[in-house]
């Protein structure tokens, strides 16, 4: 992943490219487009009738692949793609004094932390150390200012191209951050624990763990606390999909300039749509479950990671390594990304013709692992004063197997393996809450360009662009495992949220497929052959866009109300009372097994310290409360309501009739 090539390389592929675009070729690789779109559609549409001819459909589109880019291969002239050769920078400054400082600093800052917290003194010296580490390798070089008058003149003098820019971006914006407050609709109990986390940093809560919620690493947290603070109002559920939102443009951004820089501009817009309309990631951004900054952040991590090992640039990687350490402190998947940094470095630098590689690659693992370690230290000081608290989901999901009789731990990673790598185009196994259950990760048109993309990596990338083509593939690998290694509950995996990681080399796939097939099919020789491109893109775009607007707008949310109690209907209907009391009224939501969160009503009526909740055993010191007091109870709870009919005699039972009818409830209105 991640190298350019040289001149010379690039002239020969160039040739090759324009003499293998045989008629005969292409009709194998039309086909081939054909065939994963079709069979796409089947499994996305008729999957019960139809989603047997759909696979037979997908292996027949491998099949034709594999013909067409072997009669490629064979007419074409045997082109040899040398290996990067850039001199090893020989003038790398390391500035002892600053690297002793930042060691000083983060642990001085580590040492303060009390009971998995900091204060300002500490925070203080965290922030000296990341800036002091940085200062200790980063190389002094000449930079050019970026010319943004220039470039956006040379943008408007291609007016077709600067709209076909502007709408992307609008849309791109609507689909992150447009219908916050009806997607998801509810506020669920994981959810409240991350309202009540982001509330608490905002009233001034330091914690560097939370081990309540379903991610325990700080980051996403204070990100949200922090962009809260520039919003008017108190803290709300709409706010936290804002913020999470928001970030979600960053990955984008970084999804196009990172897909520009592996192939071409074209690849880098398309991928950049693909990932900002895409279901699967705006949809773990909305649960705010701990997920919305792993593509935000990972994304950079591996744009300045490629920009490092492409321009022999030690201040990308030093970029690169802060992020990840950042990314460790957001969630634990970025453990993956660790991984993938340290071999997609050993597979750049490997057979390469640069001299010394040994020293090389030890200079560049040795920053970016001091310069990681150093941004993550606090967290690995509070690791260390409760290892199990934070290596317990892991070790959950590993070995705390819940089925005694189950098959053997290496035969499970394997059905595991096969069964994540369908997640993209046939199935995954995530929850109503983050995403799509029984579908596949992708709409129909992106799993079919993933596809063909897949099939343009392994039968052609692989062969031109060899280093480019297997970090790519060792990228998806690893991205995937966090899912893959759910041993001892094989039912969680495939999992939308756990292999979230795998997105970003999904999508740059699937964006080489789109803009590979534009480009084989069509040469823009003249101007009929840039229309009929243009229509393509256009027609398959749209498609894409009218896809995902459907899954996230209407089958999600469906699935959604349909799962989640109604606490927007029970806050309203408490407001509603407290209005008519002279907002002199106390609500309770009766507790009962598997009901409603009390604190969802409470957030939702935007009064997120009001305690509504109350067990039935306590229900007799209400008396005691000489105001009017409104009652919520589940529809079944008939004990409760017997027992609030003989302390409150007069009072009123009502079934408030829910817009789904499984979700009524019981209003008791007690007299003073």
């Known amino acids: 992943l991640f190298f350019n090539k040289p001149a010379e390389a690039l002239e020969a592929s160039a040739s090759e490219t324009l003499s293998d675009k045989t008629p005969a070729t292409n009709r194998f690789v039309l086909a081939a487009l054909i065939c994963f779109l079709v069979g796409q559609f089947l499994i996305e549409f008729l999957r019960e009738a ?18 067409a880019f072997l009669r490629e291969k064979q007419s074409s002239a045997t082109v040899h793609v040398l290996d990067s050769a850039l001199e090893p920078n020989s003038d790398v400054i390391i500035r002892l004094v600053w690297l002793i400082a930042a060691f000083v600093m983060a642990i001085l800052g580590s040492l303060l932390y009390k009971r998995g917290s900091f204060d300002f003194i500490s925070g ?3 922030l000296g150390s990341v800036a002091s580490i940085v200062k200790a390798f980063h190389q002094v070089k000449t930079h050019h200012r970026p010319d943004f008058k220039s470039s956006f003149l040379k943008l ?11 709408l992307l971006v609008s849309v791109v914006v609507y689909f992150q951050l447009g219908r916050l407050q009806q997607v998801p609709p509810e506020i669920i109990s994981a959810q409240v624990e991350a309202y009540y986390t982001v509330e608490g940093i905002s009233n001034g809560d330091t914690s560097l763990w939370f081990p309540r919620n379903v991610t325990s690493e700080p980051i996403s947290y204070y990100w949200a606390a922090i962009v809260n603070q520039f919003t008017t109002g108190s803290l709300n559920f709409t706010g936290l999909k804002l913020a999470y939102g928001l970030a979600g443009l960053v990955a984008v951004f970084f999804m196009y300039k990172l897909g520009r820089r592996l192939w071409d501009e074209k690849s880098g817009y398309i991928s950049a749509l693909l990932l900002g309309v895409g279901f699967w990631p705006i949809l773990q951004q909305r649960a705010v479950l701990g997920f919305g900054l792993v593509l935000p952040i990972m994304l950079p991590a591996l744009y300045y990671l490629n920009k490092s090992l492409q321009e022999d640039d030690l201040n990308s990687l030093l970029i690169s390594s802060v992020l990840t350490g950042l990314g460790l402190m957001t969630n634990k998947i970025f453990i993956a990304l660790v991984f993938a940094n340290l071999i997609i470095t050993f597979v750049y630098l490997a057979r390469s013709t640069i001299a010394k590689v040994e020293n090389t690659l030890t200079l560049r693992i040795g920053i970016g692992l001091i310069a990681g370690i150093v941004v993550v230290l606090p967290l690995i000081f509070v690791i260390a004063a409760n290892p199990a608290g934070w290596f317990s989901p892991i070790v959950n999901q590993l070995f705390n197997a819940s089925n005694p009789d189950a098959v053997s731990p290496l035969v499970t990673f394997f059905n595991n393996l096969l069964s994540a790598l369908g997640m993209f185009n046939w199935i995954n196994r995530s929850s109503w809450v983050d995403g799509i259950a029984n579908r596949a990760a992708l709409d129909w048109v ?13 039968l052609r990338d692989i062969f031109s662009n060899r280093k480019q083509a297997t970090s790519l593939l060792i990228l998806f690998f690893l991205m995937v495992l966090p899912s893959v290694f759910s041993i001892a509950q094989p039912m969680e995996n495939p999992s939308l949220s756990r292999a979230l990681g ?18 084989r099919l069509w040469s823009p020789e003249n101007d009929s052959q840039l229309v009929r491109q243009s229509i393509f893109m256009a027609f398959f775009g749209l498609l894409i866009i009218i896809s995902n607007f459907g899954l996230i707008n209407t089958t999600y949310i469906r699935n959604y109300e349909a799962s989640a109690w109604n606490a927007t209907e029970m806050a309203e209907v408490v407001r509603n009372f407290d209005t008519g009391q002279s907002r002199n009224s106390q609500p309770y939501v009766v507790g009962y097994p598997y009901w409603v969160d009390a604190r969802s009503v409470a957030i939702s009526m935007d009064r997120p310290d009001l305690n509504l909740s109350i067990l039935p055993q306590d229900l007799v010191s209400t008396l005691d409360l000489q105001t009017a007091k409104i009652f919520l109870l589940h529809i079944n709870d008939t004990e409760s309501l017997s027992q609030l009919q003989s302390l409150y005699p007069g009072g009123v039972v009502t079934t408030y009739q829910s817009v789904s009818p499984d979700k009524n409830f019981v209003i008791y209105i007690a007299s003073q």
């Open 124 to 126: 203080i010296l965290w």
């Open 446 to 458: 992106s799993g079919a360009f993933f596809l063909f993309g897949l099939c343009v990596t392994l």
């Open 50 to 67: 139809l989603g047997g001819i759909g696979i037979l459909l997908v292996l027949g589109g491998f099949i034709l692949a594999v013909i």
């Open 502 to 519: 795998a997105a970003i080399p999904v999508y740059l796939i699937a964006g080489r497929g789109f803009s590979f097939a534009i480009d």
């Open 156 to 166: 408007a003098a291609k007016p077709g191209k600067l709209i076909a820019c502007l």
